[in-house]
């Protein structure tokens, strides 16, 4: 969901973008009307996540599928070692793509335990001199993350974050990068956001494509090559409405508002169950299944028809998952939990 205010925005700017007579969608990259919708976003995600002053912030396309490669293409530079914890399917890609590129270990998996909690980890398992450690923050599929931080001493942590980007506050500095796809919690699809420190920029490996060198698109100011202008101009639209509500802080309790209502109904529900191991439940992404696949179905399908539309989990698991982005409100969810709640009555 992206906010309705955000949308009418755009809508009644669309044709006419502050009096230039065309449309950000036609702007040239390089026009003096674009350049503050580019550096007012990049300042404006500095300001909301309090990002430090030696990180870059660059605006890439490719999703954040495509950073799987770059990050080893970019990072692994050292020993040519990176150390994967396993805890889901987007990991687990990461991880596969990066062992084109150097020896990679995965320190901890919690496949066994079908992703449903985010996997013990040890620290004598950790690579001491590996390039990077790697996790995905936030389980989008499974509905799980990490709500304490790896500590992984001086090898630098790079994290998914596409799934819970912008949802809480977040010490930019207990990372050497962040990235994600922005169309989850951002901006419309298009867009990917890494945020990277400085000194690990510049010695990516000689034969890395020059649009996957992230000190390329940062020397460039993400305008090596043209931008996805619409998705940046959107994204700032997300952060101003952000800022204006209030912040992260304020977007925080806004979340953890929508995922207790959600949790607490499921907890006390004969009918609905939750997999995921209490401590590691996501704030944005909650799963949840009912005793067969056919009542699951009806579910979703009643739900649809109710007007509650993606709700079935993703294709891999089965079930259901409401993702509570940010721009959902506590109405949407409060509404969700009545329409269960009434569905366990009538089954
Ligand atoms: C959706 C998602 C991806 C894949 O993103 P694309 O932009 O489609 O490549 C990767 N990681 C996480 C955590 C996701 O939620």
Redesign the pocket.
Known sequence: MLPESVLNRAAAEMLDYKGTGQSVMEMSHRSKAYEPIIFGAQQLFKEVLNVPDNYKIIFAQ???????AAIPLNFMNGSGKADYVLS?Q??T??YKEAQKYGDVKAVASSKEQNFTCIPELNKADFTPDADYFYI??????YGTRFTELPDTGNVPLIA?????FLSEPMDVSKYGVVY?????NVAP?GL?VIIAREDLLGNARDYTPTMLDYKTLADNDSMYNTPPCWSIYMCGLVLEWIKNIGGLEAMKLHNEKKAAILYDFIDNSKMFNNPVKKSDRSMMNVTFVTESDELNAKFVKEAAEAGFVNLKGHRSVGGMRASIYNAMPIEGVEKLVDFMGKFEKNN
Do not use: M
Request: with cysteine; net charge positive; glycine share 16%.
């Open positions: 490719g999703g954040a599928s495509t950073q799987f889901g987007f990991s890609k990461a995905c923050q936030n389980n989008t599929i998914d974050v596409s799934s819970c994600g796809g922005a169309q989850k699809a990917t």
